[in-house]
């Protein structure tokens, strides 16, 4: 594999630490929180370390034969550790429990880690190998037993892991179920990534060369595996974010006409305040709710409750369901109220709706605003509001005093 192989899902799983790092600053006592960074990390930094040019460096800086072999088996370790914390943390249960089951884990794999250190130490690895240390020193005293121990803790991980995730997955819905499947899938493809690095070594212990499981398609799968990790913890945690957020801006967007109609009562006042340009979707779309309601506010008075009436029936004899010539027929009251606003009408001279119409109009914004873009029989009251006799000369370009 290139480098930019190993780097990029090294990227890619520090990006997503940078989207949960504001939640660590925050909750940096729940070791949920602490448990999804540190596989991230662990991920991210196996990755850059198990590259060729990353080995390189590090063997040298450290005159130690293979050193970084020993590294990266000890961080892969880690996160076999750290990805069965995080599912006992993240599903949860009782505390005693939870901080039972995770000392066993913790203990159990940071006796992996010294044991791969104490092998290494008695072990003879003389020659520098970045891509096949595993079959290379495979038929090597204490070096085997290190390497086979690596593989065997990384294959219990990856099972129980998949085990614990697909199980869950069945009992749990929405973003929770989606990002327990995507783990499932990245799990299997650590397991496959353990089973071939085994079945290479297997395959030199009986004089055969299976080196390209271990060098070629292993670290391929691995760096799906880990693409499949970060974004199966992630799912969970940013997709009600990103959903709520493409929920605002649809709704935001089909406002829009309703938003445009109402400012045209009062160009020379603004709907709502101004906010900074880099406002969430959410923010955005509450200042738009605002405005909407201010300017239905503005041109209620102006509310003729004949021209719904009039829209209404017209909807009705066209085909539009009781629902939608309701909207038609408030879209229309609301675009002759604003020409009536422009144009200078007293009040006085329109037949106002009660409490509950004006009320009406506010509970269905999204449906009035649709109608004002797409019927054609709110234009056609549009047209007959600007043709309308004014009490006060006026032009409906111009703009009203206020």
């Known amino acids: 594999m290139a480098p930019s192989d190993y780097y990029i899902p090294a990227v890619a799983t520090l990006v997503g630490l940078a989207v949960k790092l504001p939640g660590l600053m925050k909750d940096w006592r729940d070791p949920l929180v602490r448990s999804v960074c540190l596989v991230i990390a662990l991920g991210g930094a196996s990755f850059f370390f198990a590259a060729p040019p990353t080995i390189t460096a590090v063997n040298e800086a450290t005159s130690v034969a293979n050193f970084s072999s020993l590294l990266v088996y000890g961080m892969l370790s880690a996160f076999s550790a750290a990805c069965l914390l ?11 429990y939870v901080r039972r089951v995770s000392r066993r884990w913790q203990a159990g794999y940071a006796l992996v880690v010294i044991l791969l250190v104490v092998l290494f130490a008695l072990g003879d690895a003389p020659v520098d ?13 204490f070096i085997r037993e290190m390497i086979v121990l690596y593989l065997v803790a990384h294959m219990t991980a990856a099972l129980v892991t998949t085990v614990l995730c697909w199980r869950w997955a069945l ?9 327990l499947w995507i783990l499932v899938v990245g799990w299997l493809l650590n397991l496959a990534f353990s089973g071939f690095k085994l079945a290479a070594v297997v395959a030199r212990w009986a004089g055969e060369d299976w080196g390209a499981l271990s060098t070629t398609l292993a670290p391929l799968l691995s760096a799906m595996s880990a693409l499949c990790a970060t974004v199966g913890f992630l799912v969970p945690l940013v997709g009600p974010w990103a959903a709520g957020n493409w929920r605002a801006a649809r709704t935001y967007r089909k406002l829009g006409p309703l938003w445009r109609e109402l400012g045209c009562a009062s160009p020379r006042t603004p709907l709502a305040g101004p906010i900074p340009w880099y406002s969430s979707t959410q923010v955005r779309l509450t200042r738009r709710e605002a405005g909407i309601q201010d300017g239905l506010s503005l041109v209620a008075p102006w509310f003729d409750a004949a021209v719904r009436t009039r829209a209404q029936t017209e909807a009705v004899a066209a085909g539009h369901t009781d629902d939608e010539a309701a909207r038609i027929g408030h879209a229309a009251m609301v675009t002759a109220a604003v020409r009536a606003v422009r144009r200078g009408l007293p009040v006085g001279s329109r037949v106002l709706p009660d409490h509950c119409e004006i009320s009406a109009v506010r509970t269905v914004p999204v449906g009035v605003s649709a109608a004002l873009r797409t019927s054609p029989i709110v234009e056609a009251a549009r047209e007959r509001a600007r043709e309308s006799p004014a009490a006060t000369p006026a032009e409906d370009g111009e703009k009203s005093p206020t």
Request: hydrophobic letters at 30%.
């Open 129 to 141: 190998r970045h891509t096949d240390f595993d079959t290379y020193y495979a038929t090597t005293s």
């Open 171 to 179: 009992q749990v819905s929405g973003w929770l179920r989606v990002g």
């Open 86 to 96: 995080l599912i006992v943390h993240w599903r949860g249960g009782p505390p005693e």
